[in-house]
């Protein structure tokens, strides 16, 4: 069974920074295609970063150019860096690991992130 661990949410101000990680026990991280999903009060959630197993990223445009997603397969670890932040992007984020040759998927307990003044 793999298991995704988040951490790193928190409360910050409208225009501050905030990291979250991601450790993975998969024994083949390099197989895995990394998601970070986010769902706000009352929104379906979304797909907000994805990293794949090459280190190709895709961004929804809302987070374009404020968020970075990395991965460090060493580690099994994966972060997104999120800048610039707006009340718009409080959400609980979700770490996701997709298995790129089963589809098999595994998410992580979520953590809270809200942007307030």
């Known amino acids: 069974q793999v298991q995704v661990v988040e951490s790193g949410g928190g409360l910050v101000q409208p225009g501050g920074s905030l990291r979250l990680s991601c450790a993975v026990s998969?024994?083949?991280?390099?197989?895995?295609?990394m998601n970070w999903y986010r769902q706000a009060p009352g929104k379906e959630r979304e797909l907000a970063a994805t990293i794949s197993a090459g280190g190709t990223t895709s961004y929804t445009d809302s987070v374009k150019g404020r968020f970075t997603i990395a991965r460090d397969n060493a580690k099994k670890t994966v972060t997104l860096q999120m800048n610039s932040l707006k009340p718009d992007d409080t959400a609980v984020y979700y770490c996701n690991a997709r298995n790129r040759w089963s589809a098999r998927e595994y998410w992580g307990q979520g953590t809270q992130v809200t942007v307030s003044s």
């Open positions: 998969a024994l083949t991280f390099r197989d895995y295609v």
